[in-house]
């Protein structure tokens, strides 16, 4: 004795955002139940489990044949087959085409023309993400990515709605530029960083160094960095070479932290050490090798030492406000403008990166 | 040559991949009217090809304009083989030949295929041009107007209601021909869509035909249903109300003058079914009493005006044990059904002479359709008056005389008109007509409501009749006048319990009342209403031909009986006294019956209330069984009390009791009271009173006595915010919101081979629709407050072990601080510019919105947050885009937004959503649907014509395709998708009075093989939301309070 069949049609499609939720992180019909049980629906509403589990069933199957929708989802605004309201077709779309931090992470600068099931399982095993998530996340990648690719002409008419929206969800954007550069982001020393903080680094490099980043005019505007602005950089060397230059650097901004951190010891002690490290990654980005170190060359040569001498985050902004603007005393120094546009963007990724 | 049809083929778009190679499609398109085609030039190479055709041009008789469908073919070209079907469009063009409805057809239809279903969609145009034709033997009725809404229009004014009208025709079912070995499933699916189309436009041609005759221009009230016979053949035939309606000046209120003029010239030949009258056997005498009729398929006349008998045991054996069998009569011979056929024999022709010759009488068939009436149409109503007969089937020899079937609803015609005429009533309303099929039996059911009309109406616009009578003249207040009995008090029908009415104090009235149709709007109500179901299984044997159906007529009557039992204690069980819409479908199986009987209970103020339900042992003396009944007992009482305050039924109280009643004997009524048409003498030898006056006694003396107790307090409440319900609306609310979201659910339970007995299955099935119910309480919860309203079942079994519950219903959102009273007036100040909005935006949709509104639930306000900010940063985006219109170069993106979006979540944004609009209007029309004549909210501005749909779907993928619920659950979606596209073409924007008339799923999981046929209909309109129109007395309390549904939305 058992129901055979069981469909419930509505003509405004039903669709319960929590069912939505558990079905696009994976779960089987019959965890997704668990769930939703656990999750105090039931006593709510007076329900049984059955009822529960013909609910899940009924909506399991509804984004099983919507699914197909959601791949192209112009598709989704005008076909006739669901009658969706306007605003839950972009919670769907949003939702279909969302990320979880912990599986972008792990996909951030990898080529993404692999995609094994392997490669999934392995991020899989380690995120926590399921599989069924992992892959779903995976395909929306290589479906955006080949859209955009493939966009000819001017942009506003041909980019899909669900594009726009997406790049400029603040993730498909970082993900780019990361593909772009191909920045290495998979080191052990850098797995304590979160999308979010990649995400955040990307946006500092992308309004500061790139080319439309200074002239809003230009035409053709891209991810790539500034050229011009790199070969600069090499100027900053001098902060390093020059002894002088260094000397007074450092006395410079001793003074100014005298007194105001319980960690002046060791910054003293450290200056030339991290101030070199920071003016080297500046010399070498005109290397595309170290463009994509840009990151392990933070942590190593600014992040670290100052962990292990257990600053503050307080104190790193400390240190690197005034490492930034004693600069501009120097009278020597001449490269102000390159200096500032190079520290900004270090400043601030620093300061996200630094971890208490 | 009266008429020219033209047809532009504009363009698809996304259609399926046809060509592997390329993963493109090369489509052209047939456009194929009676047996003229065109085709369309190739567009090659495309998913969206742009034909944009020529006008294709048919010449064609307006005979064929009603009969054919317009089919659109979408094929692949293949150069060297033949070319693929991609799929087709049917157009149905019936809509463009009345000039008061669309005048052209134009949209996006989905390209349907029965293997694959929808497969992209058509951009069609079509118009008609129709040459004024004076030849007056023509056979086409072009321009009758056809409403499946089973009352008056909303923007119309009835002038006259003719009456009944009926046509059926017959044919072969391509699925049973020859030819059928040797073709695709394919092939023969679409053979079978376009006969059936083909004759569903026959049909109404037909009965468009009949009312031109009559005089009428329309057809309220359209009921078309098909009979699939099997090898025998194919059916469709449908019923309907002739009416001449005139369409209202926008602003002037509807339904407040309808008149009604008998038009009895032409009415008596409304029916070309020949009359057999005195020709056949007549069987009254032994119709009358609850012993079974001496033939085998014999009618099995039910009229439950009266309440059922409440012992059981007593009747049932006296019935079963004096149904003898006589196999001697076929259908075949056309004898075949004991149909109570003496009309105007019987003591109750006193009665009937008082009431000279009212037209209606005059009339081969009183009967109407309708089920809500203007006010002051209806004067008393009697009860229900229904009428099953078991027929054996056999093969139409000669479709073009489908005599054999008008005889047999002949039967049934006359068998309900003289039931109605025992209730001394001259007219049944409500009427409606069924079948069940189960290989070659079938049960022919018919059931209405019998009722007075008000004379007033008759003796207009025919002077020649209905003065004389005046007995039913008096005036009655109409909130309880339709309550009073219509038959004599000394000389009833059946021994009925008569009190004065509880409202007026001036006539009689029942103490419990029957009925089909929907509550009265003018109606006084104590309280809310709720669904009420009596549920049954009887299992038979397995059997062939006359043997299965006599076994078939022989249970009929127990199941009936039991019903009534069911429904009457759980009516007490609710403290009601009245019950309305009911429904009783008896569905036939090979190893058993189902009975499903449903129905909408109230109380109405102007009877009395009823009595509580005594438990009475029949051993007394056993202790341990004597406190079994004591705590059944406290149970029912506490149901009862619980039920009083969940319906908020609280009659004021009446301090004297009745005294002076003229009644004789005021004793309880407690016998099944199958066919009363002449045997008013015969009725007190089977009363069965307890002689007690107002206990309602259930009596335990065995297990199945246990059994139904448990069953009748084993119905779960309703969840608190739900209100249920199977009539248009909920008595007791009056104040709906916007919100309305329309659903079918389908399910089919497996029996397990074990030996069932009949308890077991009753429970089995009880549970099923149970269950059923609180599914949509769950799935509906967003909605709350909120009520199901015209909660259709229709049960089925389709195979051996199988139960198939099929449920169409609407659940409407209503304002819980108003739900208590009428609201007198209701400012309405929205804006006209609104109105246009509200076209635009889906209105469907305002499901969340509107609940959103009344009780601010966290998530449902926060999806709205969401597409906000989503639309926002889309503007955003776009905003950026215009100023700039830059290009985008492989690999890489604007860099100009990134300054504002490169964290990941841009929040807090407060931007102007003005430019949002463009992002918002959906470029699909929202298209609502309703099993409701009315759209809450919304005014009717124009009927669009009848939308009528059949389709089959097929697979040989099931499990591919998700299992027989992933395959129907598609085909379901499909059809409200095709149903939403044919209305949007015809410039619609909603489904009113729509109702799947057919749903008949057919499964092969061994072979991974699955069929399925549906049949949807409606009537297609164009609704506003209701502005400054005057609150009109009829919509007064269905409308008007809904303005701000939306606003949540927008």
């Given at each position: 004795?058992?129901?055979?069949?069981?469909?419930?049609?509505?003509?405004?499609?039903?669709?319960?955002?929590?069912?939505?939720?558990?079905?696009?992180?994976?779960?089987?019909?019959?965890?997704?139940?668990?769930?939703?049980?656990?999750?105090?629906?039931?006593?709510?509403?007076?329900?049984?489990?059955?009822?529960?589990?013909?609910?899940?069933?009924?909506?399991?199957?509804?984004?099983?044949?919507?699914?197909?929708?959601?791949?192209?989802?112009?598709?989704?605004?005008?076909?006739?087959?669901?009658?969706?309201?306007?605003?839950?077709?972009?919670?769907?779309?949003?939702?279909?085409?969302?990320?979880?931090?912990?599986?972008?992470?792990?996909?951030?600068?990898?080529?993404?023309?692999?995609?094994?099931?392997?490669?999934?399982?392995?991020?899989?095993?380690?995120?926590?993400?399921?599989?069924?998530?992992?892959?779903?996340?995976?395909?929306?990648?290589?479906?955006?990515?080949?859209?955009?690719?493939?966009?000819?002409?001017?942009?506003?008419?041909?980019?899909?709605?669900?594009?726009?929206?997406?790049?400029?969800?603040?993730?498909?954007?970082?993900?780019?530029?990361?593909?772009?550069?191909?920045?290495?982001?998979?080191?052990?020393?850098?797995?304590?960083?979160?999308?979010?903080?990649?995400?955040?680094?990307?946006?500092?490099?992308?309004?500061?160094?790139?080319?439309?980043?200074?002239?809003?005019?230009?035409?053709?505007?891209?991810?790539?960095?500034?050229?011009?602005?790199?070969?600069?950089?090499?100027?900053?060397?001098?902060?390093?070479?020059?002894?002088?230059?260094?000397?007074?650097?450092?006395?410079?901004?001793?003074?100014?932290?005298?007194?105001?951190?319980?960690?002046?010891?060791?910054?003293?002690?450290?200056?030339?050490?991290?101030?070199?490290?920071?003016?080297?990654?500046?010399?070498?980005?005109?290397?595309?090798?170290?463009?994509?170190?840009?990151?392990?060359?933070?942590?190593?040569?600014?992040?670290?030492?100052?962990?292990?001498?257990?600053?503050?985050?307080?104190?790193?902004?400390?240190?690197?406000?005034?490492?930034?603007?004693?600069?501009?005393?120097?009278?020597?120094?001449?490269?102000?403008?390159?200096?500032?546009?190079?520290?900004?963007?270090?400043?601030?990724?620093?300061?996200?990166?630094?971890?208490? | 040559?009266?008429?020219?049809?033209?047809?532009?083929?504009?363009?698809?778009?996304?259609?399926?991949?046809?060509?592997?190679?390329?993963?493109?499609?090369?489509?052209?398109?047939?456009?194929?009217?009676?047996?003229?085609?065109?085709?369309?030039?190739?567009?090659?190479?495309?998913?969206?090809?742009?034909?944009?055709?020529?006008?294709?041009?048919?010449?064609?008789?307006?005979?064929?304009?009603?009969?054919?469908?317009?089919?659109?073919?979408?094929?692949?070209?293949?150069?060297?083989?033949?070319?693929?079907?991609?799929?087709?469009?049917?157009?149905?063009?019936?809509?463009?030949?009345?000039?008061?409805?669309?005048?052209?057809?134009?949209?996006?239809?989905?390209?349907?295929?029965?293997?694959?279903?929808?497969?992209?969609?058509?951009?069609?145009?079509?118009?008609?041009?129709?040459?004024?034709?004076?030849?007056?033997?023509?056979?086409?009725?072009?321009?009758?107007?056809?409403?499946?809404?089973?009352?008056?229009?909303?923007?119309?004014?009835?002038?006259?209601?003719?009456?009944?009208?009926?046509?059926?025709?017959?044919?072969?079912?391509?699925?049973?021909?020859?030819?059928?070995?040797?073709?695709?499933?394919?092939?023969?699916?679409?053979?079978?869509?376009?006969?059936?189309?083909?004759?569903?436009?026959?049909?109404?041609?037909?009965?468009?035909?009949?009312?031109?005759?009559?005089?009428?221009?329309?057809?309220?009230?359209?009921?078309?249903?098909?009979?699939?016979?099997?090898?025998?053949?194919?059916?469709?035939?449908?019923?309907?109300?002739?009416?001449?309606?005139?369409?209202?000046?926008?602003?002037?209120?509807?339904?407040?003058?309808?008149?009604?003029?008998?038009?009895?010239?032409?009415?008596?030949?409304?029916?070309?079914?020949?009359?057999?009258?005195?020709?056949?056997?007549?069987?009254?005498?032994?119709?009358?009493?609850?012993?079974?009729?001496?033939?085998?398929?014999?009618?099995?006349?039910?009229?439950?005006?009266?309440?059922?008998?409440?012992?059981?045991?007593?009747?049932?054996?006296?019935?079963?044990?004096?149904?003898?069998?006589?196999?001697?009569?076929?259908?075949?011979?056309?004898?075949?059904?004991?149909?109570?056929?003496?009309?105007?024999?019987?003591?109750?022709?006193?009665?009937?002479?008082?009431?000279?010759?009212?037209?209606?009488?005059?009339?081969?068939?009183?009967?109407?359709?309708?089920?809500?009436?203007?006010?002051?149409?209806?004067?008393?109503?009697?009860?229900?008056?229904?009428?099953?007969?078991?027929?054996?089937?056999?093969?139409?020899?000669?479709?073009?005389?489908?005599?054999?079937?008008?005889?047999?609803?002949?039967?049934?015609?006359?068998?309900?008109?003289?039931?109605?005429?025992?209730?001394?009533?001259?007219?049944?309303?409500?009427?409606?007509?069924?079948?069940?099929?189960?290989?070659?039996?079938?049960?022919?059911?018919?059931?209405?409501?019998?009722?007075?009309?008000?004379?007033?109406?008759?003796?207009?616009?025919?002077?020649?009749?209905?003065?004389?009578?005046?007995?039913?003249?008096?005036?009655?207040?109409?909130?309880?006048?339709?309550?009073?009995?219509?038959?004599?008090?000394?000389?009833?029908?059946?021994?009925?319990?008569?009190?004065?009415?509880?409202?007026?104090?001036?006539?009689?009235?029942?103490?419990?009342?029957?009925?089909?149709?929907?509550?009265?709007?003018?109606?006084?109500?104590?309280?809310?209403?709720?669904?009420?179901?009596?549920?049954?299984?009887?299992?038979?044997?397995?059997?062939?031909?006359?043997?299965?159906?006599?076994?078939?007529?022989?249970?009929?009557?127990?199941?009936?009986?039991?019903?009534h039992t069911q429904l009457m204690n759980k009516l007490k069980l609710r403290s009601m006294n009245a019950l309305f819409g009911l429904h009783i479908q008896i569905s036939v199986g090979e190893n058993m019956l189902l009975g499903l009987a449903s129905a909408t209970g109230v109380y109405l103020t102007a009877l009395p209330a009823p009595g509580g339900i005594q438990i009475a042992g029949k051993t007394p003396g056993d202790l341990s069984n004597e406190h079994h009944i004591l705590t059944i007992q406290k149970r029912i009482n506490d149901t009862i009390a619980k039920n009083k305050e969940l319906y908020q039924i609280n009659p004021p109280e009446l301090t004297e009791e009745v005294v002076g009643s003229p009644i004789p004997e005021p004793r309880q009524r407690s016998r099944l009271f199958r066919s009363h048409s002449e045997s008013s003498d015969e009725l007190s030898e089977l009363d069965l009173s307890?002689?007690?006056?107002?206990?309602?006694?259930?009596?335990?003396?065995?297990?199945?006595?246990?059994?139904?107790?448990?069953?009748?307090?084993?119905?779960?409440?309703?969840?608190?915010?739900?209100?249920?319900?199977?009539?248009?609306?909920?008595?007791?609310?009056?104040?709906?919101?916007?919100?309305?979201?329309?659903?079918?659910?389908?399910?089919?339970?497996?029996?397990?081979?074990?030996?069932?007995?009949?308890?077991?299955?009753?429970?089995?099935?009880?549970?099923?629709?149970?269950?059923?119910?609180?599914?949509?309480?769950?799935?509906?919860?967003?909605?709350?407050?909120?009520?199901?309203c015209q909660l259709n079942f229709a049960v089925a079994v389709p195979e051996e072990e199988l139960i198939q519950v099929a449920v169409t219903a609407v659940a409407m959102t209503f304002d819980k601080d108003q739900a208590q009273e009428k609201p007198a007036d209701k400012s309405t100040t929205k804006g006209g510019s609104e109105t246009e909005e509200q076209l635009q935006f889906p209105m469907e949709l305002c499901a969340d919105a509107s609940s959103a509104n009344t009780q601010p639930s966290s998530k449902i306000s926060a999806a709205s947050v969401d597409y906000g900010s989503f639309a926002d940063r889309c503007s955003t985006w776009l905003e950026l885009l215009r100023l700039k219109a830059h290009t985008i170069r492989r690999g890489s993106v604007k860099t100009i937004s990134s300054l504002e979006h490169c964290s990941p979540l841009p929040e807090g944004r407060s931007r102007s959503l003005r430019s949002n609009r463009s992002f918002r209007g959906?470029?699909?029309?929202?298209?609502?649907?309703?099993?409701?004549?009315?759209?809450?909210?919304?005014?009717?501005?124009?009927?669009?014509?009848?939308?009528?749909?059949?389709?089959?779907?097929?697979?040989?993928?099931?499990?591919?395709?998700?299992?027989?619920?992933?395959?129907?659950?598609?085909?379901?979606?499909?059809?409200?998708?095709?149903?939403?596209?044919?209305?949007?073409?015809?410039?619609?924007?909603?489904?009113?009075?729509?109702?799947?008339?057919?749903?008949?799923?057919?499964?092969?999981?061994?072979?991974?093989?699955?069929?399925?046929?549906?049949?949807?209909?409606?009537?297609?309109?164009?609704?506003?939301?209701?502005?400054?129109?005057?609150?009109?007395?009829?919509?007064?309390?269905?409308?008007?309070?809904?303005?701000?549904?939306?606003?949540?939305?927008?």
């Open positions: 004795m058992a129901v055979e069949l069981d469909v419930f049609v509505g003509n405004t499609t039903i669709m319960d955002e929590e069912v939505y939720q558990l079905w696009l992180d994976g779960y089987t019909v019959n965890d997704a139940v668990k769930v939703r049980m656990e999750g105090g629906v039931m006593e709510e509403c007076e329900a049984s489990a059955d009822v529960l589990l013909s609910d899940t069933m009924d909506q399991y199957r509804t984004f099983q044949m919507c699914e197909r929708l959601l791949h192209s989802p112009s598709k989704l605004a005008n076909q006739l087959l669901f009658q969706i309201p306007p605003n839950r077709q972009a919670m769907l779309i949003e939702r279909y085409y969302a990320f979880d931090d912990a599986f972008v992470r792990e996909v951030l600068g990898k080529k993404l023309s692999k995609g094994t099931k392997k490669d999934l399982d392995d991020i899989g095993a380690k995120t926590g993400v399921t599989l069924k998530s992992c892959r779903r996340q995976f395909d929306n990648f290589k479906r955006v990515f080949k859209v955009v690719e493939e966009l000819k002409g001017p942009l506003v008419e041909n980019i899909p709605p669900i594009m726009r929206l997406l790049l400029i969800s603040g993730i498909m954007l970082p993900l780019f530029f990361f593909a772009n550069h191909r920045f290495e982001t998979g080191k052990r020393k850098l797995q304590y960083l979160t999308f979010q903080d990649f995400a955040f680094c990307a946006g500092q490099l992308i309004s500061n160094w790139t080319v439309g980043a200074v002239d809003n005019m230009v035409e053709d505007m891209d991810v790539d960095l500034d050229k011009e602005f790199l070969q600069e950089l090499k100027e900053l060397k001098v902060l390093i070479t020059d002894k002088d230059l260094l000397d007074q650097h450092k006395s410079l901004v001793c003074t100014a932290l005298r007194g105001k951190t319980k960690a002046f010891n060791e910054m003293e002690a450290n200056f030339k050490n991290l101030s070199r490290g920071l003016v080297n990654i500046a010399a070498k980005l005109t290397n595309t090798k170290d463009v994509r170190d840009f990151f392990i060359d933070l942590v190593e040569k600014f992040i670290e030492p100052c962990r292990s001498d257990r600053w503050t985050a307080a104190d790193m902004r400390l240190y690197l406000t005034h490492y930034n603007n004693s600069a501009h005393i120097l009278d020597t120094f001449k490269h102000q403008a390159v200096w500032d546009r190079y520290m900004v963007v270090i400043k601030s990724c620093i300061f996200k990166m630094y971890h208490d | 040559m009266p008429g020219k049809l033209k047809v532009k083929i504009v363009a698809g778009r996304h259609l399926p991949v046809m060509d592997r190679a390329s993963d493109l499609t090369d489509a052209f398109v047939e456009v194929k009217f009676g047996n003229t085609t065109f085709k369309t030039d190739v567009f090659p190479k495309s998913l969206n090809p742009q034909w944009n055709s020529e006008w294709f041009k048919f010449e064609v008789d307006d005979e064929d304009l009603q009969d054919e469908p317009l089919q659109v073919t979408v094929l692949d070209h293949d150069t060297y083989s033949a070319n693929d079907a991609i799929g087709k469009v049917y157009i149905d063009i019936d809509p463009l030949l009345c000039s008061e409805a669309a005048s052209v057809i134009s949209g996006w239809f989905p390209i349907y295929d029965t293997i694959h279903g929808i497969r992209g969609e058509i951009n069609v145009l079509v118009k008609v041009e129709l040459f004024n034709d004076l030849n007056r033997f023509r056979q086409s009725s072009c321009g009758v107007k056809f409403f499946c809404t089973t009352s008056i229009p909303r923007c119309y004014r009835a002038a006259m209601v003719h009456g009944f009208v009926e046509e059926l025709v017959v044919n072969e079912d391509p699925e049973y021909q020859w030819i059928d070995r040797i073709r695709s499933p394919r092939a023969s699916n679409e053979a079978r869509q376009r006969l059936i189309s083909l004759m569903s436009g026959e049909l109404q041609r037909k009965i468009g035909l009949k009312v031109l005759e009559m005089g009428g221009n329309a057809v309220v009230g359209y009921l078309q249903c098909f009979d699939l016979e099997g090898e025998s053949g194919l059916v469709v035939r449908a019923i309907g109300t002739a009416c001449t309606l005139d369409k209202l000046s926008s602003g002037s209120a509807p339904n407040t003058n309808t008149h009604m003029h008998p038009n009895t010239a032409p009415a008596s030949n409304a029916c070309n079914s020949p009359s057999k009258d005195g020709k056949e056997p007549v069987f009254g005498e032994d119709l009358t009493s609850s012993s079974g009729p001496p033939t085998p398929f014999r009618a099995l006349p039910t009229t439950s005006s009266s309440p059922p008998p409440f012992s059981p045991s007593k009747p049932c054996s006296r019935q079963s044990s004096s149904s003898d069998t006589d196999l001697s009569l076929t259908p075949k011979t056309g004898m075949g059904s004991g149909g109570s056929v003496g009309k105007e024999a019987g003591p109750l022709k006193t009665l009937l002479r008082q009431q000279t010759q009212t037209a209606l009488e005059q009339r081969e068939f009183p009967f109407f359709t309708l089920t809500s009436f203007p006010p002051g149409f209806l004067l008393h109503v009697g009860g229900v008056v229904s009428a099953r007969s078991v027929k054996l089937l056999d093969r139409i020899h000669n479709p073009d005389e489908p005599e054999t079937r008008d005889a047999w609803w002949e039967e049934i015609r006359q068998e309900i008109k003289s039931h109605a005429k025992a209730l001394g009533c001259h007219g049944v309303v409500g009427y409606s007509e069924s079948t069940s099929i189960c290989e070659e039996v079938c049960i022919l059911s018919a059931s209405g409501t019998a009722a007075i009309l008000n004379p007033r109406y008759m003796r207009e616009g025919c002077l020649d009749i209905g003065i004389t009578d005046h007995r039913f003249e008096e005036p009655s207040p109409p909130s309880c006048g339709f309550c009073h009995i219509p038959y004599d008090e000394l000389n009833m029908p059946f021994p009925a319990q008569l009190t004065y009415c509880y409202h007026c104090r001036r006539q009689k009235v029942p103490d419990v009342l029957f009925t089909t149709i929907n509550l009265p709007q003018e109606a006084a109500v104590t309280g809310k209403g709720c669904l009420i179901q009596a549920r049954l299984c009887r299992l038979k044997k397995k059997a062939q031909g006359e043997v299965n159906a006599t076994a078939i007529s022989n249970l009929l009557p127990f199941m009936e009986y039991e019903l307890h002689g007690k006056k107002d206990a309602f006694v259930l009596e335990i003396d065995d297990t199945d006595a246990v059994e139904d107790i448990h069953s009748l307090l084993t119905d779960a409440p309703t969840p608190t915010g739900f209100y249920s319900c199977n009539t248009e609306i909920m008595p007791g609310i009056y104040s709906w919101t916007s919100g309305v979201q329309m659903f079918t659910s389908v399910r089919v339970f497996r029996l397990s081979n074990a030996n069932l007995t009949n308890q077991g299955l009753n429970k089995i099935f009880t549970d099923l629709c149970e269950n059923l119910l609180k599914s949509f309480y769950f799935k509906l919860r967003s909605m709350i407050p909120c009520c199901l959906s470029p699909v029309t929202v298209v609502k649907m309703t099993p409701l004549s009315f759209l809450p909210g919304t005014r009717i501005i124009k009927y669009l014509g009848i939308i009528n749909m059949f389709f089959i779907r097929e697979t040989t993928s099931l499990r591919e395709e998700g299992g027989v619920s992933g395959f129907l659950h598609t085909f379901i979606a499909e059809v409200f998708a095709m149903v939403r596209a044919h209305v949007a073409a015809l410039g619609g924007n909603a489904v009113v009075s729509y109702s799947m008339k057919e749903c008949m799923l057919m499964e092969n999981p061994n072979k991974n093989q699955a069929q399925c046929l549906i049949n949807v209909s409606g009537d297609a309109v164009i609704c506003v939301r209701e502005t400054d129109q005057e609150p009109n007395p009829s919509m007064a309390n269905i409308g008007q309070t809904c303005a701000s549904g939306t606003d949540g939305a927008t």
